[in-house]
């Protein structure tokens, strides 16, 4: 199985969070900044998408390439500095959801919280940033969407 991820990253977080998910999925996963995303993603079976929200708004990079992402499976990832049990996370989820092509299958979605005072604040070398959910994401899915048959 062919994984792919894929991340747009403005001060460093969403990056960390796609280099901590790389790290757990086979050798051969390819990783790319949105900014190289190839023209067609046919040879993949999984893309996972690292996207960031900033006052309840997707990234540009990331609302233009969310549109063309026509893989078979597609998980996505981000950071928000809203409250992770609010309202505000579904609905930011499920706009990105939705500019994804029809047809493509998203195999799960996870949300890393950053303080507001931080979102804006590029990534320190000794900030604390705990990348463990993610890579159990990562992994979880992965294994999922391998030995699932309707996947």
């Known amino acids: 199985m062919k994984a792919l991820v ?5 001060t460093g977080r969403v990056k960390k969070l796609a280099e901590a998910i790389r790290s757990v999925l086979p050798a051969n996963t390819d990783f790319l ?3 190289q995303a190839p023209e067609n993603f046919d040879d993949y079976d999984i893309v996972f998408a690292g996207v960031w929200f900033l006052n ?3 990234d540009s990079i990331s609302q233009a390439v969310l549109p063309r992402l026509k893989a078979g499976k597609v998980a996505l990832f981000a950071i928000m500095h809203r409250d992770l049990f609010s309202d505000d996370i579904s609905k930011n989820l499920r706009s990105a959801v939705e500019l994804l092509p ?3 299958w998203v195999a799960g979605t996870h949300v890393d919280y950053v303080a507001e ?3 804006k604040t590029p990534l320190g070398d ?4 705990n990348v463990e959910s993610v890579k159990d994401f990562a992994e979880n899915t992965y294994y999922r969407t ?3 048959k309707v996947a």
């Open 6 to 10: 894929l991340y747009s990253s403005q």
């Open 33 to 35: 900044p949105m900014e």
């Open 56 to 58: 309840l708004k997707l």
């Open 102 to 104: 029809a047809g493509v």
């Open 146 to 148: 391998q030995t699932d």
């Open 126 to 129: 000794n900030e604390l940033f």
């Open 117 to 119: 005072s931080m979102a």
